[in-house]
């Protein structure tokens, strides 16, 4: 890329510090709610809220109100349904309620875990933190990339074997 005058370069540099600075933010867990929004291409949203604690800190918490009235919501379409009980397991495998359970979970537990270790004076703790904060996102993406081309697979073969 070439500039056409040094003011141009210093504008592009400026820019480039600034999208740097709000990724940093974002990947610091400043904001964690919106940090786990952007690491989980926002399906965490629906389900987290902020509150204030008795000591000011601003933490994240879970809206088990939403948790539950998505379950209940579920749980009443299937009751109404024919074969209620065959419905409600076929449609909680295939409509995610137990993946996006699994998900929200290792969300939790992987964002807990780096906070824990980002927040340590242990220098390798801290880059544990930084690791998981970094490389974690990759390797859920690998690992379901994984899973569905095996998920897939394993479904040809079966229908294979059918015919």
Sequence with gaps: ??????????RKKALLKKEV??????ITFDNTKESLSALTNGFTDQYLREEVDESGETKVVLKKEEIVRQLSSEVKDQIFSRNAVMGFANTAMKGGAVE????LGTVALVTNYA?????STSWKK???GLTLIYVAPFALRFIRKKLEAYQKNKSVSSMEQLI
Excluded: H, Q
Aim: aromatic share 4%.
């Design 21 to 26: 600075a709000e990724m940093e933010d974002l």
């Design 115 to 119: 906070r824990k270790n980002m927040r």
């Design 126 to 128: 801290k880059a544990i």
């Design 1 to 10: 890329m070439k500039y056409k005058n040094l003011e141009e370069l210093k």
């Design 100 to 103: 996006e359970a699994l998900k």
